[in-house]
């Protein structure tokens, strides 16, 4: 957590509280973490002068730093599955007439984050202060990590879908600034599994070939995978001879995740089932299952 010991606008019993918090938290990890900077006096540790959250506020004489692009995960989803620990990167563009220092990011979500009331996840960045690399006299390209524990971070389902993606960075001068709790969004998801069995196998020309399946994500809740019930699922099909898959038809998992059609052998190929998926679960796409026709 990178609340610095030098916040000079946090005083008195608030400044105790911002920073005890944290490490009440940070010793307990049988509980989420839902305290995060809500002002660049909690990140940088600075009465410095610019925007705090209301982006749209901002003029055109304010000096403060400009963020030009933010890119989360590469640009990807996040996704996790039920224990298996995820490091990820953000890094922020910005630019200032005396350079820029140092940035900050995390994601949360909620609708609020100034009251753990109105916040029930926030992922907050592995380091104190962001490595920065210069693009120009006024322009750098800053860095954190940020490491996500599924039992811990992501403790309820309903957390997979749209995160808020928090900004800062920090002019040159250590005075001027940019911050917003709003600067763009990311998706986190449950990850997914498919699997795909075509049998039998040979089949004789003419025969019945029956695809059996099944769909199912990642529960954060009890940390195992469930299937996922009434989601449309594509059957593909390639000939031995080919290297593109066709879509022979499109059915839906049943209560309980599994998958199950025919259809009439004619030639050799492969059998799979693939998943689009959806804004809360990543698309997944099974190996072909080889079926020799004779």
């Known amino acids: 957590m990178r609340i610095r010991a030098t916040v000079a606008a946090v005083t008195g019993a608030l400044a105790l509280s911002a920073l005890a918090i944290p490490a009440a938290h940070a010793d307990d990890r049988s509980v989420p973490n839902l305290h995060k900077p809500t002002s660049a006096a909690e990140v940088f540790g600075t009465t410095a002068k610019g925007s705090s959250k209301a982006a749209a506020a901002t003029t055109a004489a304010t000096a403060e730093p400009v963020i030009s692009k933010v890119v989360v995960n590469g640009g990807k989803d996040i996704v996790l599955g039920t224990t298996a620990l995820k490091t990820i990167s953000i890094s922020l563009t910005a630019s200032h007439a005396s350079g820029v220092v ?25 380091e104190d202060a962001a490595t920065c690399t210069k693009v120009s006299a006024t322009t750098s390209t800053c860095k954190l990590t940020f490491t996500i524990d599924p039992r811990y971070d992501l403790y309820k389902n309903s957390l997979a879908g749209t995160w808020h993606v928090t900004a800062a960075a920090l002019a040159g001068n250590n005075t001027d600034f940019a911050y917003t709790d709003f600067y763009s969004t990311a998706r986190v998801q449950r990850l997914s599994a498919l699997t795909v069995n ?49 879509t022979v038809k499109t059915i839906k998992t049943n209560s309980t995740g599994n998958l199950k059609t025919t259809v009439t052998a004619s030639v050799d190929g492969y059998w799979r089932y693939s998943f689009a998926g959806t804004s809360t679960t990543p698309a997944v796409t099974t190996a072909g299952d080889f079926v020799d026709v004779r």
């Not at 949360?108 to 992922?123: K, L």
């Not at 019945?208 to 099909?237: C, M």
């Open 198 to 246: 075509a049998a039998p196998e040979p089949v004789r020309k003419g025969g019945t070939i029956t695809a059996t399946g099944k769909l199912s994500r990642a529960n954060w809740e009890d940390h195992a995978y469930h299937g996922y019930a009434g989601q449309p699922v594509k059957l593909q099909f390639r000939k031995k001879t080919s290297s593109t898959y066709t």
């Open 102 to 126: 140092d940035a900050y990011a995390d994601l949360w979500h909620g609708t609020d984050p100034s009251s753990e009331n109105t916040i029930d996840g926030a992922i907050l960045p592995n």
